[in-house]
């Protein structure tokens, strides 16, 4: 596998409301975007660092630049091969997952760790997106010239398929270990409806929808904290927040859109947009989503006061286990065991 080098750019100045130091006090809610930026997103955060992606105001043609902060400096990361820019999706200690954006042909995903930039595609694949890195775990989708778009799981060596029974397309997203969020839906393209699923290593969880909205789905996991969003379909969302045992539901103050990508202990991240639509990112702690209540999405119920989520065991129909890429009400329903699947590679690395 062939590896490059490529130096860095640091950005010395960050605009957010309260610096990011790697934890958020308590009632804190950080706002950030990067400078003369058009948009802003975060993506990841691991420890006191978080990564993401905005739209740079001064290059001619325009790019999308990704970036990393550590509470002090914010450096862009700029992959080899990306000459209309660099999108990040991960990151765990010092590894970060992300691709180069040629100005023609498909994203080249990398593997990003001590400036060293290592192409990642899984073999025979048309083109492969990477969507969130945990150790050795490496998840995303890949385009099968036969199957088409496909979740996958891989150590680097072996891939898994990850394919949700029964849906036409499966999204892992977050992964935490060896447990495994995301998004799956069973209708044709064009009319997308997504729902949330966790993979716990042995078996398919269906993450219930909250009552009332268009979708529900999960983007990040940490131990057994998760994150995700739910909307009506059309141009509001809100974020949710579920601990095992609680749900909460939440938006960004003045946002019409919030969306969760990821969660490193209690510490969200995510981005939010209002009726401009402009993307901004965010970082709050799960101990004060009360103080940020959802917006009303349709019909759809907000937090209440410890509802538990519920998780239906999806059936298993003797599928190669480990697709498709992006992004309660207060009565209890239990976990069902459910059957665990066999898992065998799907590739081996050349």
Known sequence: MSVSTKTAIIVTSIIAVTIFTGSVANGELILFDVPNSTFTQITGVSGSTIVGN???SNSSPYRVEGFA???????????????????LSGIDGGTIV??????????QPFVFKSGVFSPFNVPDAIHTDL????GNNLIGIYQDPINGLTGF???GTLYYTLIYPGALHTTPLGVSGQSIVGAFDSTPYGLLRLHGFIYDGNDFLQFADIPGAFETYLTGISGSNLVGAYDDGVSKSAGLFFDGVNLTTFSIPGAT???????YGGTIVGIYAGTDHIQHGFIVSSNDLSLYPAIPIGGAVAAVPEPPAVLVTAVL???????????????WMPLLPGRAPTLSPKRTAA
């Open 54 to 56: 905005f739209g740079s």
């Open 69 to 87: 902060y550590d509470g002090t400096s914010l450096v862009i990361i700029d992959a080899p091969g990306g000459t209309a820019g660099t999108v």
């Open 98 to 107: 992300g691709a180069g954006i040629p100005q023609n042909g498909m994203s």
């Open 131 to 134: 969507t969130g890195i945990s």
């Open 153 to 155: 799981v891989s150590d």
């Open 257 to 263: 859109q919030t969306w969760p990508q990821e969660i």
């Open 317 to 331: 129909i003797g599928l190669n286990v480990l697709t498709w890429a992006l992004m309660r009400s207060s009565g």
